[in-house]
């Protein structure tokens, strides 16, 4: 797991708890809104339960007067007016336990009377009426019973309540019978219903905010009293203002002086006011308040625990991966970066295509320094190192410790000059720094670079550029000189090459991926077919072709050149057995021979063996062998080519020229053809050489009077085939003639009798 990783974890762990943290708190505020709904709920209906009460025992009082009045205008009904006066006084005392408090008749039209408190008959004036009673007055002239507004009595000097009946007479409204009752009566009524808790009050009002009457609950005193009362604020004010002018039960809460109160305010329906009921939650139902209350603080205390039980898993599990990330990036013994961080940088940097020198540095002999100092002190030396490179760290740039003495550094210098400039004056720091430690040991390094620029564009990875920073390294540790080696793409190529090589061979030799090509030889003098050389390809996949120059020379080192070359002489032998088996006339076929199958014991064997299973002559294998070998081990050499004379073989000097071979050689070897090496030509063919020249014309004279034939090798132009003729050479070879061409299209073109073999 990197480091992103863990980061991206983490938030999502963050993300999941506050998730989860935010769905406890939701499902709990729902929780706790139900319970406090249910709650407001139950104190509602346990206020309108009581407003209704209060309503109730209002209007019987109110019916009882409407009809103890009316039961009285029914007394006066057709009574002469002049006679009404004394039935009134009569009425007065029951009219008094009713709880009248004043008692007229007014007439249609005639003299209106009252009774006053001593139950003495006045007169009055309708007119002289408050101006609700006149109003209730008039409604009953025109045949209404009427309860008017409450109302100041001047006379009696309190408020009162008018009730209005009309009384008749033959059918026909002849007066008005009018009583009033103390708003006191009223407010009696309201106290004796009795409220939910003690500082609970109820009151009438009327529309426009009067009150008719309110309990006497001392506290509440003038509570009602919307224009003056000073325990209202102005939002309770409007709050009462606007329920009482809509027509249906309402409630409402508020707080006054710490207490949450609760408001309840239900039509009259007979009476155009409505009962206002307050009361605080405490009286209605301590117990549920009291567990809302508690489920309130427990919530909050819940959050806030929560809270801070997430808020410190989430800062644990913060330093924990904090931790660990400093475990997993970190090198213990320095502090500095490890190799997971060091590439998961890179990788990072890379990314946003930010180009590097990855230089890896080793120390030289470590392990002496080691043994030679404590591994206290060796141990500083690697901590003084990594003070040394932070130091030389530019922005954007970082390295590691990747193992015991190796640092790797990503430097964003790309210029090599400028790269190794930057990593000798490291390296002389770190020496400077360290002389206190080991003044008597100079510590140095070697280092291998590469650019980041050199890895394949499509595969951008860190094991290729790893891979070309630690073959820049081994060769600075080859080389002992330079301490500083950079990457050489080339020689990268070619050691992969000779990597493929060397693990598919023994693969190719089977699959028969080892092509024999022929180049043929010419007489010079007219220009004939001679013979033909075998060289060996090597063909991937039917298309791609390594030539024998990048495998020869390994196969010569790990030793397959033997098997490789017993089975081109096999192919060799299969090519002329088919042109004796399509009736051509073969030509032989010179096979080369490397120097290790001299040195193989049962060579002269084995290559008879093969000529034999092909039933070949043995004149038509000519086998070249390189002219060095003369000089290794003439007499082995000498008695390996006896034995393959006897047999018929015939035996080439290949490439002579090319090496120390003298012409005392070919006095020693019994060979029959010299090859003269190509570089003899090009020499010879300049002007210039006129040593080279007279060389080559030696050279082909002394093999002529040995009886040796000579073969010039890269016969390029007309000019080469003249001269070499001049020169007394008998046979040509070269791309002049032809290039080397598989087997197949040889015998096309040179052998076949239809097809005319070209006079060269
Ligand atoms: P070599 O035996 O001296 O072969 C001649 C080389 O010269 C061949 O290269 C041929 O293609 C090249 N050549 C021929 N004519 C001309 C010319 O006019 N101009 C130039 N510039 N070059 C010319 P090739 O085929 O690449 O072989 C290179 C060498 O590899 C051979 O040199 C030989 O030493 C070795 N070799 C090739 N096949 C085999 C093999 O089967 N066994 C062994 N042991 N060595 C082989
Ligand atoms: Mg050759
Ligand atoms: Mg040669």
């Known amino acids: 797991m990197n480091e992103q990783r863990i980061r991206s974890n983490l938030k999502k762990l963050v993300a999941g708890f506050f998730a989860i943290f935010l769905l406890i708190g939701g499902i709990s505020q729902y929780l706790f809104r139900s319970v406090t709904d249910l709650y407001t709920e139950s104190v509602h209906g346990r206020l309108e339960e009581r407003a209704l009460q209060y309503k109730k025992s209002f209007i019987f009082k109110m019916n009882s007067d409407i009809q103890n009045l009316r039961g009285m205008a029914c007394i006066l009904e057709n009574i002469q007016p002049e006679n ?8 007065w005392d029951a009219s008094q336990m009713m709880g009248f408090v004043r008692l007229a008749y007014f007439a249609q039209d005639g003299e209106s009377i009252q009774l006053t408190a001593e139950g003495q008959i006045t007169a009055i004036q309708a007119d002289e009426e408050a101006a609700e009673m006149q109003y209730a007055i008039q409604q009953a002239l025109d045949g209404n019973f009427y309860c008017s507004q409450a109302f100041y009595d001047s006379v009696l000097g309190y408020n009162t309540m008018g009730y209005t009946t009309p009384v008749y007479m033959d059918g026909s409204i002849s007066g008005v019978l009018a009583c009033e009752v103390s708003t006191e009566t009223y407010a009696g009524i309201l106290s004796a219903t009795g409220s939910v808790s003690n500082i609970g009050a109820a009151a009438v009002l009327n529309h426009d905010g009067k009150v008719l009457a309110s309990t006497r609950t001392h506290q509440i005193h003038g509570f009602y009293d919307l224009d003056g009362s000073a325990y209202l604020t102005d939002e309770m004010r409007s709050q009462l203002h606007k329920a009482l002018l809509i027509d249906k039960t309402q409630f409402f809460e508020f707080n006054m002086r710490g207490l949450t109160l609760y408001a309840c305010v239900m039509p009259m329906e007979i009476y155009p006011g409505k009962i206002v009921i307050v009361d605080t939650d405490a009286g209605i139902s301590d117990a549920v308040s009291g567990v809302v209350h508690y489920a309130h603080m427990i919530g909050i205390l819940f959050g806030v625990t929560s809270l801070i039980f997430v808020m410190s898993v989430l800062y644990i599990n913060r330093r924990y991966n904090m931790q660990l990330l400093q475990i997993a990036y970190h090198d213990r013994l320095t502090g500095a970066y490890n190799r997971d961080k060091f590439f998961l940088l890179l990788d990072q940097n890379w990314k946003k295509n930010q180009e590097y020198t990855i230089a890896c540095v080793n120390i030289r002999k470590f392990k002496y320094i080691n043994e030679l100092f404590s591994p206290t002190r060796s141990d500083q030396l690697l901590k003084d190192i990594c003070a040394v490179l ?7 740039e970082f390295f590691c410790r990747d193992t015991a003495d190796t640092f790797v550094i ?15 004056g490291i390296f002389s720091e770190i020496d400077e720094c360290c002389k206190s430690i080991h003044p008597n040991y100079p510590i140095s390094f070697y280092c291998g670079c590469a650019s980041t620029i050199d890895c394949s564009m499509k595969s951008r990875n860190d094991e290729e550029l790893m891979s070309h920073v630690m073959m820049a390294l081994s060769h600075a540790k080859q080389t002992q000189q330079a301490n500083i080696s950079f990457y050489d793409a080339e020689a990268h190529e070619k050691e992969k090459l000779q990597n493929y090589i060397e693990s598919n061979m023994e693969r190719a030799l089977e699959n028969g991926e080892f ?15 001679s013979g033909a050389e075998a060289l ?32 081109m002489v096999e192919q060799a032998c299969k090519q002329i057995r088919t042109w004796m088996d399509a009736g051509l006339t073969p030509v032989p076929i010179s096979v080369n021979q490397t120097k290790l199958l001299l040195y193989e014991e049962d060579y002269v064997n084995r ?3 093969i000529t034999q299973r092909y039933g070949v002559p043995s004149r038509y ?9 003369a000089l290794e081990n003439p007499k082995k050499v000498s008695a390996c080519i006896d034995e393959l004379h006897s047999y018929g073989f015939h035996i080439s000097m290949d490439d002579f020229g090319t090496g120390y071979a003298s012409l005392t050689t070919l006095s020693q070897l019994q060979i029959d053809e010299l090859k003269l090496d190509r570089s003899f030509l090009v020499q010879a063919d300049q002007s210039t050489e006129h040593n080279r020249r007279k060389i080559l014309q030696v050279v082909i004279e002394v093999a002529k009077r040995m009886h040796i034939s000579t073969v010039a090798e890269g016969i390029e132009t007309a000019d080469n085939v003249r001269l070499m003729r001049e020169m007394g050479c008998d046979y040509g070879q070269g791309y002049y003639y032809s290039k080397p061409i598989p087997a197949e299209e040889f015998t096309k073109t040179f052998l076949e009798p239809n097809t005319s073999q070209p006079q060269l």
Not at 84 to 91: D, H, K, P, Q, T
Not at 390 to 396: A, C, I, L, S, V
Not at 410 to 424: F, I
């Open 390 to 396: 932070k130091r030389h760290m530019e922005p954007g």
């Open 607 to 609: 290559i008879c063996s």
């Open 84 to 91: 009404i006066g004394e039935l009134l006084s009569s009425l």
């Open 536 to 567: 060996v390809r090597w063909v991937v996949d039917g298309r791609q072709v390594i030539f024998p120059d990048q495998f020869i020379p390994i196969f010569e080192r790990n030793g397959f050149c033997v098997e490789l070359d017993y089975y």
């Open 621 to 629: 294998i000519t086998l070249e062998i390189l002219e060095g070998l």
């Open 410 to 424: 990503a430097l964003k210098t790309l210029e090599r000059n400028a790269v190794r400039a930057r990593l000798e």
């Open 515 to 529: 092509q024999m090509y022929l180049q043929p030889q010419m007489e010079l003098a007219q220009g004939t077919l």
